[in-house]
């Protein structure tokens, strides 16, 4: 695969088939993605991998968390600011509008949108999650590392014909992960991938977001006319 399509055919799938994924291919993946670039190489990363039943009795922990105190669960870092502000907002907006719509969920239904957002903590049923930590001791610079590894996740998963869901959503229970994995305090939990094959007949896999052109995000300097 061209690395191109690769990247270009990535996309956020939010339902999977059961199909499951053996662990070689999830080995492989992370092998590949740990060739991501890291300031002076220090691999700042760590990743749970979670199939079968250690992914079902995390989830159902999360999704008992996520649906009974939400409000008890913070995120050690912070992802999102307090408030938007444009040209962020209305991208949001987009977003998130042009998901409900593909769902049939109208804006102002917010059982229906509720129902959609809990789909997170059982990895949009994906077969695999994958939990990726950074060690809190390190700086604000490894977040770029890790985020370089993320994306190097997802689109080796192209490679195998596997398809993603990074999933920042996680992130608020980390509590839940310390419970049911033996990460140390030194951990702070980053982000989830959900990982395994699309469910092509979903709508909200046909949801294809925008991209701004590169001349709405660059300016060019010194090249020849
Ligand atoms: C670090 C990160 C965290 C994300 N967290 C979530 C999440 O918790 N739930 C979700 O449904 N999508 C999540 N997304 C997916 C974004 O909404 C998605 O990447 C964006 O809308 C662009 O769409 P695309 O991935 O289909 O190109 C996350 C993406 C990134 C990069």
């Known amino acids: 695969m061209h690395v191109d399509d690769a ?5 956020s799938v939010r339902r999977f088939l059961p199909t499951p994924v053996p662990a070689p291919v999830v080995r492989h993946i992370l092998e590949v993605a740990a060739r991501a ?5 220090v691999q700042p990363w760590r ?13 159902s922990d999360v999704v008992a968390a996520a649906s009974t105190d939400p409000d008890r669960h ?7 600011p307090t408030a938007w502000f444009e040209p962020y907002l209305e991208r949001r907006r987009r977003c998130g509008f042009g998901l409900y719509a593909t769902l049939g969920i109208a804006r102002d239904d917010k059982v ?8 997170n903590y059982t990895f949009f049923d994906a077969p695999v999650g994958l ?10 610079g490894s977040y770029m590392d890790v985020g370089m590894f993320l994306q190097s996740i997802l689109v080796a998963a ?5 398809h993603t869901c990074a999933q920042a959503a996680f992130a608020w229970f980390h509590q839940v992960a310390r419970r049911h994995l033996p990460m140390t305090d030194h951990e702070i939990l980053l982000c989830a991938v ?4 699309e469910d092509p007949a979903a709508p909200e896999n046909a949801f294809i977001t925008e991209r701004a052109a590169p001349e709405d995000f660059t300016s060019f300097h010194g090249f020849a006319p």
Not at 47 to 59: E, K, N, S, T
Not at 134 to 140: C, F, I, P, S
Not at 158 to 162: E, F, H, K, P, Y
């Open 47 to 59: 990743v749970y991998a979670l199939a079968g039943a250690a992914r079902d009795a995390f989830c």
């Open 112 to 119: 229906a949108r509720a129902r959609q957002m809990l789909r």
């Open 7 to 11: 990247i270009r055919s990535r996309k």
């Open 74 to 80: 913070q995120p050690e870092y912070a992802y999102y």
């Open 37 to 41: 670039p890291s300031g002076n190489n």
């Open 131 to 140: 939990l990726v930590t950074l060690d809190r001791r390190l700086n604000t």
């Open 158 to 162: 192209r490679a195998q014909g596997l």
């Open 194 to 197: 959900a990982l395994g094959h």
